[in-house]
């Protein structure tokens, strides 16, 4: 049995010294997903608290982790993109996400009600699969630029303008659609 394993088995058997050895080993690689997921968005608090709040979520929810599915690391890195893109959202005022989106697709977007349309295209968005709704989110929601983008997520600048080009078509005949 690997150490990982022994380390998820003492974690649902809510033994503290295994969340200890967890939380040693892992919060510079948590660490790292927050911060290449949100450093540039969120304060250093924040990305504290999106560490430790990773750790807690391993704590409280050990009995639904797969030891044979999926690594620790993998598991510990989904959680910290998840909990780090929530702050985003949440700093992230809403003003500039509707001229963003008023922006891309102009008349079926200023046509339906603002708060009803902002989840309406978050959820379009998410429906894009990934990573293509990463993308998406990145860019049009985080602000970030395509040569960024492009290096954390470790493809080329002209896969992204490419998958964004493509994203807004879908987006936009959707939208012409239920105007």
């Not at 911060?35 to 990773?54: F, K, M, Q, S, W």
């Not at 998410?126 to 040569?147: A, C, H, T, V, W």
């Amino acid at each position: 049995m690997t150490e990982d394993k022994k380390l998820i088995l003492g974690i649902k058997e809510k033994k503290r010294g295994a969340l200890e050895t967890v939380i040693e080993r892992y919060t510079p690689y948590v660490s790292t997903v927050v911060y290449n997921t949100a450093g540039l968005h969120i304060t250093r608090e924040d990305i504290e608290e999106a560490v430790l709040d990773t750790f807690l979520s391993l704590w409280r929810n050990a009995d639904t982790f797969d030891c044979k599915k999926g690594s620790l690391r993998t598991y510990l890195g989904a959680i910290a993109r998840n909990l780090a893109t929530d702050k985003m959202r949440r700093i992230k005022s809403s003003e500039e996400l509707d001229e963003n989106m008023t922006a891309i697709y102009g008349e079926p977007y200023e046509k339906l009600e603002m708060d009803e349309e902002r989840e309406m295209m978050i959820r379009l968005i998410g429906e894009l699969g990934e990573p293509d709704s990463e993308i998406f989110m990145r860019y049009y929601y985080y602000d970030e630029k395509i040569s960024y983008i492009s290096k954390i997520m470790g493809i080329k600048n002209s896969t992204v303008k490419t998958k964004l080009a493509r994203g807004r078509k879908r987006l936009k005949n959707i939208l012409e659609g239920r105007a």
